[in-house]
């Protein structure tokens, strides 16, 4: 087997995303993601990195940190606001550069990213890791699978209720639940819609969290193949629902963690053949005339033919660059 030749790896911003996911994720890739810098504007946060890391570089700018000749790859893992600058810059600088979610709070801004892209080819990496989810890959392999039939609706729920008052409920800050949650979810709707997308609904409201930003959002997508994607991303929801609900002509299923519960027709039944009446019906009875149908109802584990993983993503990254 080649040697790996590493990446030596800079992480900005020690937050929730950077100190608290980048780091545990990229400590057993050390052959692949030496971390070799740090960057933050809290000095006690960059202490506490080359405590913990051991051997390493701090820097308080994003500059100086970007002159350094013994880094690869610059993850950005500041506030919201400074995401697409800070990838620019760090373009600029020659380096890879993989940015944490929301790529931009602006429109304007993902367009920048996307001519920076094209201006430094094969060096802006997103982390969407959310389409390595184990529970999204399983139910994508379903519908590819045809045992629910045409697939006409797909709900997405993501709901709690919780006070927040982090800097993530306020505007000024990139705040709102369709910046946290909404990258991961949007980008599922799109992907589970398989069509170019031809009419958008959304409703954003503030219920519980004590900041001036949005707390919980509903988003329809309706795509040219006439599939329809519901999804609502709430931090005001004291019920929850299936984190994913597929409805299909021949079956449906639902998703809560670990667990799928498939119900759908037998596929080794054939259907009697039916057609509608016009007729007046009886005047006791049903709406319309028995029909036998054989179901088959199970509940699984969700478990992808390709398991792999969102922290596998890093995998994924390391491949593309090398």
């Known amino acids: 087997m080649p040697a790996i030749t590493p990446i ?3 992480i900005v911003g020690l937050g929730r995303a950077g100190w608290g996911m980048h780091v545990p994720e990229l ?5 692949k993601f030496p971390i070799v810098a740090v960057c933050d504007v809290d000095s006690s946060r960059l202490a506490r990195a080359a405590e913990t890391l051991g051997t390493l570089r701090t820097y308080a700018k994003l500059d100086k940190l970007l002159a350094d000749p013994g880094i690869d790859l610059v993850t950005i893992a500041t506030y919201s606001p400074d995401h697409t600058a800070h990838a620019l810059q760090a373009l600029k600088a020659g380096k890879y550069v993989f ?3 929301p790529i931009a709070t602006t429109y304007a801004d993902a367009r920048r990213l996307k001519a920076a892209a094209a201006k430094y080819p094969g060096k802006l990496f997103l982390r969407h890791n959310r ?4 529970a999204f890959q399983h139910i994508r392999e379903i519908i590819a699978s045809g045992v629910l039939g045409k697939v006409y609706e797909i709900k997405l729920r993501r709901l709690g209720y919780q006070r927040r008052d982090d800097w993530q409920t306020l505007r000024k800050c990139g705040g709102g639940q369709l ?3 909404g990258p991961h979810i949007v980008d599922h709707a799109l992907r589970l819609l398989e069509s170019p997308v031809a009419d958008v609904w959304s409703d954003l409201h503030k219920v519980a969290a004590v900041g001036d930003a949005e707390d919980h959002l509903k988003i329809v997508v309706r795509g040219a193949n006439g599939r329809i994607v519901d999804l609502e991303i709430s931090g005001g929801a004291a019920i929850g629902e299936p984190e994913y609900l597929v409805f299909g002509s021949k079956g449906a299923l639902s998703c809560s963690g670990n667990s799928i519960r498939l119900r759908h027709l037998d596929p080794a039944v054939k259907l009697a053949p039916r057609r509608a009446k016009a007729a007046s019906p ?10 036998a ?3 088959i109802d199970t509940t699984i584990p969700v478990s992808p033919k390709t398991p792999c993983g969102m922290t596998a993503i890093w995998d994924f990254l390391f491949d593309s660059i090398r």
């Open 282 to 291: 009886p005047m006791e009875g049903g709406f319309g005339s028995p029909d």
């Open 293 to 295: 149908l054989t179901w």
């Open 99 to 101: 940015v944490e979610k």
């Open 8 to 10: 030596r790896t800079a």
């Open 179 to 181: 910046n946290n949650w």
């Open 27 to 31: 400590k057993p890739r050390q052959d």
């Open 131 to 134: 389409r390595l989810e184990p």
